[in-house]
């Protein structure tokens, strides 16, 4: 396994400069990750830094909080694809699936999946399994699948526990196999990444790439 391929190398952290992002972006170059995960400020320069290589250009959405309306999250997507954003990590609205308002919940997972997908773009859904129930998730992943989102991401890293190997089974076994599972937050080690690989994550979102890649 190349586990190189699996990892959106991350850097979130407020106050980050255009040389951390610089840096980022080379590592990913020579290492081979999937994608760099900037914050939106940063996406045109990712883009231009990344557009020799296959290393794609990840950016967040309504990050972290999720709270922002459905049309300001829309907007962000605009503009972060429109600055050369190929993959869009958005966060739901946590508050509306802790309020049981399942029909908003609705209309914003395929808002934001229609916003990508008119421009070809890639949507990961984050949906912060550890502030849900098992009831919670499964009612999100439900809804995913039916708007069809390209991933279903764990966490932001910044609310709650992240990813473990427990919850990614448990989204393998309810979404369907075309959907895939990005796990994120605490992801430090290679053995731990590993671990979440075999459980059925497909992308592993770390600030911590080069140590997870050297072992």
Same mark, same amino acid.
């Given at each position: 396994m190349?586990?190189?391929q699996?990892?959106?190398?991350?850097?979130?952290?407020?106050?980050?400069?255009? $040389?951390?992002?610089?840096?980022k972006?080379q590592?990913?170059?020579?290492?081979?990750?999937?994608?760099?995960?900037?914050?939106?400020?940063?996406?045109?320069?990712?883009?231009?830094?990344?557009?020799?290589?296959?290393?794609k250009?990840?950016? &967040?959405?309504?990050?972290?909080?999720?709270?922002?309306?459905?049309?300001?999250k829309v $907007?962000?997507?605009?503009?972060?694809?429109?600055?050369?954003a190929? $993959?869009?990590?958005? &966060?739901?609205?946590?508050?509306?699936?802790?309020?049981?308002?399942?029909?908003?919940?609705?209309?914003?997972i395929?808002?934001?999946?229609t916003?990508?997908?008119?421009?070809?773009?890639?949507?990961?859904?984050?949906?912060?399994?550890?502030?849900?129930? $098992?009831?919670?998730?499964?009612q &999100?992943?439900?809804?995913s699948? &039916?708007?069809?989102?390209?991933?279903?991401?764990t966490?932001?890293?910044?609310?709650?526990?992240?990813?473990n190997?427990?919850?990614?089974?448990?989204?393998?076994e309810i979404?369907?196999?075309?959907?895939?599972?990005?796990?994120?937050?605490g992801?430090?080690?290679?053995?731990?990444?590993?671990?979440?690989?075999?459980a059925?994550?497909?992308?592993?979102?770390?600030?911590?790439?080069?140590?997870?890649?050297?072992?």
């Amino acid at each position: 396994m190349d586990i190189a391929q699996t990892i959106d190398h991350t850097i979130l952290k407020p106050g980050i400069t255009s $040389e951390d992002v610089k840096a980022k972006c080379q590592e990913a170059k020579d290492n081979g990750f999937a994608a760099v995960c900037i914050p939106p400020y940063f996406a045109h320069e990712a883009a231009s830094l990344l557009e020799d290589s296959r290393v794609k250009v990840a950016t &967040v959405i309504g990050f972290p909080m999720g709270y922002s309306v459905v049309s300001a999250k829309v $907007e962000e997507i605009k503009k972060a694809v429109n600055d050369g954003a190929e $993959e869009l990590d958005a &966060v739901i609205n946590l508050c509306a699936v802790k309020s049981g308002n399942w029909n908003y919940i609705r209309n914003e997972i395929e808002s934001l999946t229609t916003a990508c997908h008119m421009k070809g773009r890639i949507l990961k859904l984050i949906i912060e399994t550890g502030m849900l129930t $098992e009831d919670e998730i499964r009612q &999100v992943c439900e809804l995913s699948a &039916v708007a069809d989102v390209d991933y279903v991401k764990t966490s932001t890293g910044m609310n709650g526990p992240g990813a473990n190997p427990e919850v990614v089974k448990l989204l393998r076994e309810i979404l369907p196999k075309r959907i895939k599972i990005k796990a994120s937050g605490g992801i430090r080690d290679r053995a731990f990444a590993e671990q979440l690989i075999e459980a059925g994550a497909d992308r592993i979102g770390t600030s911590s790439g080069i140590q997870i890649v050297k072992g």
